[in-house]
């Protein structure tokens, strides 16, 4: 297997992103739902996103920031310390990339979709009623990671999962059926994938 060796430092952030995104597949996508301190709801999709543990449980969420500056979610978040991560599936996927709009600070990105708000139990942040699973999360941690010109590149969110919301068809002896959850991954570009033949390899 002949292969191509490059070195991260000579592409621009534009090709790190595109070796990136498109190596590193199929990736789950967190629709998350934050509150400003005056009340707006932002909603915002992200694929930089994953596990971190499960004692406490925990995830993560990469969010990039533009020009040095942090987005909505980041500083919503670390403002008031909550956040809500939804599962996007065939049935949301829609609606969720509408959220990826650029909008004013002040402005929701509710009013472009056909979600509906649902009261959370341990957070102040509302989940969205249309995803199967929504998970209520207090910020454990927030780290900038240094980008260029010594301003931070992005803001890395660790958040403590408080409470679990599992629609109820898809929940069965304590396991989450994937074949109702139906997720969507992100690939690059443009381009999702649905979940695809399954598969088992025991344990060695």
Do not use: W
């Not at 999709?45 to 987005?71: A, C, D, L």
């Not at 990339?97 to 708000?117: M, V």
């Amino acid at each position: 297997m002949k292969m191509i060796s490059v070195n991260p430092e000579s592409l621009t952030e534009r090709d790190n992103y595109k070796c990136l995104t498109e190596s590193i597949i199929p990736r789950p996508i967190a629709l998350v739902t934050t509150q400003s301190e005056t009340g707006t709801i932002n909603i915002a999709p992200f694929s930089f996103f994953n596990i971190v543990s499960s004692n406490p449980p925990m995830i993560s969420i990469s969010v990039q920031r533009k020009e040095g500056v942090s987005k909505d979610t980041a500083r919503n978040a670390i403002q008031t310390g909550e956040f809500v991560v939804h599962i996007t599936d065939e049935d949301n996927v829609a609606d969720a990339n509408r959220t990826a709009k650029e909008l004013p600070s002040e402005e929701s990105e509710l009013d472009l979709t056909n979600f509906t708000l649902a009261v959370s139990d341990k957070v102040s942040v509302p989940g969205l009623e249309e995803s199967k699973v929504r998970l209520e999360c207090t910020l454990e941690q927030s780290i900038p990671l240094a980008g260029s010109k010594n301003k931070p590149g992005c803001d890395l969110l660790i958040g403590k999962i408080v409470c679990y919301h599992i629609e109820q068809d898809i929940y069965h002896n304590g396991r989450i059926d994937p074949n109702g959850l139906k997720p969507v991954a992100r690939l690059a570009g443009h381009t999702y994938t649905k979940l695809g033949e399954l598969f088992e390899i025991e344990r060695p």
